[in-house]
């Protein structure tokens, strides 16, 4: 029988972007649940549902793909803070967007901030440890604030370890609760840089 003349069935196909989402999705889920430790990829395949194989097109191995989630999140947090003092004005003012911004982040992913509360172990293929690219942002806007003569005058790296501290810390603290005011903590966490870190 000729099937020439039979219409084609289109192919059912996901993109390389919504494998990736899915596969993050599936790990995120699981790591939260078991434990980064007692999970495999088999089983984050199977719940994204995409074959093992598929997996190992992504990524080599499950360290690889919990580094690319971190990476993830902490694109987004450098992202906005670059966004909100890039804004200009003032450097309490600043100060002020991005701390709040920083809490806006964390409250949309607030699943993802738990893959950072859990892996203290992970060492990027640069070298890099999870923070490391937040600290390195927080880093040069502390040198320009220094250099407009608005912050103390410091070591950079030491100064940008404690703000990143600070942010870091209230954070985690304000996600813990499920009751906490994001502007509120976002205004008290302001209030601790400023007094710590402007000039008087």
């Known amino acids: 029988m000729d099937n020439s003349d039979q219409p084609t069935r289109p192919k059912r196909t996901r993109d390389p972007d919504t494998k990736r989402a899915a596969l993050h999705d599936a790990a995120l889920q699981l790591f939260t649940e078991r434990g980064y430790e ?42 906005r ?14 100060l002020d967007a991005i701390c709040e911004g920083q809490f806006v982040v964390a409250e949309e992913h607030r699943s993802l901030l738990r893959l950072l509360t859990m892996t203290t ?20 806007f502390y040198a320009e604030g220094m250099s407009d003569g608005a912050f103390v005058e410091g070591d950079v790296d030491l100064m940008a370890a404690m703000a990143h501290g600070l942010v870091e810390g209230a954070m985690m603290q304000a996600m813990r609760s499920d009751t906490s005011n994001r502007t509120e903590a976002a205004a008290q966490l302001s209030k601790v840089m400023k007094n710590a870190f402007l000039t008087r």
């Open 81 to 94: 803070m670059k966004h909100d003092w890039d804004q200009g004005g003032p450097h309490p003012d600043r």
């Open 38 to 79: 007692n999970v495999s990829i088999a089983q984050v395949a199977k719940l994204a549902g995409i074959a093992v194989g598929t997996v190992y097109r992504f990524y080599d191995n499950k360290l690889a793909m919990l580094r690319a989630m971190l990476e993830e999140i902490e694109g987004l947090f450098v992202q």
């Open 121 to 140: 172990d992970v060492i990027y293929e640069d070298g890099a440890l999870p923070g490391d690219r937040i600290q390195n942002q927080i880093k040069s």
